[in-house]
């Protein structure tokens, strides 16, 4: 089954007060490409991500996100002991440096004391971490089965669009057959009237040379072995398509050869309908490609 590399899931929970996204995103790359950012302090979880992608995935560049978020409640109030045994030393030591110096000030309310930086402070309970990773690591599955379901889902999609793009590229080589034999007449013409004109000014001719420069001359005009070549390509692609094993590589590596074909097509056909054919050829592997860049 053919496997695209694009792909996104994503999914929610909860945990006591933290509630949290999860964001997976898939693009094609040469090879596997991990990216997991997950906040820190949460014990476990990006290694269980790690293992379970390597398990999972042969080539992608895949970005796991995390983003967690805190409900908002009214904390609780707290008094900060040791802070206040600060202040109130503080202000014992005020009130006595006044009064040796004939100074009277006025007694500090309790208001004023809870006014003081770091006596009063906003009481948090701590996270129960362990909890958080275990419900963490428990989304792994589910959403990894998400985003390979729409991997398959893409890739059912790009087989369909390469295939046709197959059928196409079996069309245009059939054409190339029949146009390479339609133009032997006119190839046999070429050649023995360029013959004539070289045989103008010689007096005597080496019939074996001549036979051997015709017969080379009509070997590198041949397309038979390159229309071979292309059929036997567009069924190795398809073979290939139908695999359950990743056939990316081989697929891109398979369209080089594709493209090498059409070249060389390009350059042996001597006539106009050929070269068309040719160009056809080109224009329907180059898009070809660009879609199997996305398959496994």
């Known amino acids: 089954m053919t496997k695209s590399m694009t792909a996104f899931a994503s999914r929610t929970g909860t945990c006591g007060p933290l509630s949290w996204n999860w ?3 898939g693009v094609n790359a040469r090879g596997l490409d991990l990216r997991i950012r997950i906040p820190d302090g949460i014990a476990g979880v990006e290694q269980a991500w790690r293992a379970a992608l390597g398990k999972a995935l042969s080539r992608g560049n895949v970005t ?3 983003r967690l978020t805190r409900e908002e409640a009214s904390a609780g109030l707290t008094i900060d002991a040791a802070q206040l ?3 109130l030393s503080a202000l014992d030591q005020v009130q006595e ?6 100074v009277t000030l006025g007694q500090p309310t309790a ?3 809870l006014a003081q930086r770091g006596v009063l402070i906003s009481a948090q309970p701590e ?4 909890a958080l990773a275990a419900a963490l690591q428990a989304d792994i599955a589910p959403l990894l089965a998400d985003f390979l379901t729409m991997r398959a889902n893409e890739g059912a999609a790009l087989a369909a669009v390469i295939n046709d793009q197959l059928d196409h590229i079996e069309k245009l080589t059939d054409q190339a057959a029949k146009a390479a034999a339609d133009r032997a007449p006119q190839t046999r013409a070429n050649l023995t009237a360029a013959l004539a004109r070289v045989l103008e000014d010689v007096a005597t001719v080496d019939e074996s040379r001549l ?5 080379l001359l009509a070997v590198k005009s041949d397309v038979t072995e390159e229309t071979d070549r292309l059929r036997a390509h567009v069924a190795a692609a398809r073979d290939l398509l139908k695999s359950d094993e990743p056939a990316g590589r081989k697929l891109d590596f398979l369209a080089q050869e594709f493209n090498r074909e059409a070249n060389t097509l390009c350059a042996k056909s001597q006539a106009t309908a050929l070269t068309a054919i040719g160009l056809d050829l080109k224009a329907v592997i180059d898009q070809m490609r660009e879609q199997i860049q996305n398959v496994e």
């Not at 440096?97 to 004939?102: D, E, I, K, L, V």
């Not at 996270?127 to 362990?130: A, K, L, P, R």
């Not at 036979?211 to 017969?215: G, M, V």
């Open 211 to 215: 036979a051997q420069e015709l017969a």
């Open 111 to 113: 208001a004023d004391v």
């Open 64 to 66: 796991v996100n995390l």
């Open 23 to 25: 964001e997976m995103r």
């Open 127 to 130: 996270d129960d971490t362990g």
């Open 97 to 102: 440096r006044a009064f040796s110096m004939g």
């Open 85 to 87: 045994d600060s202040v």
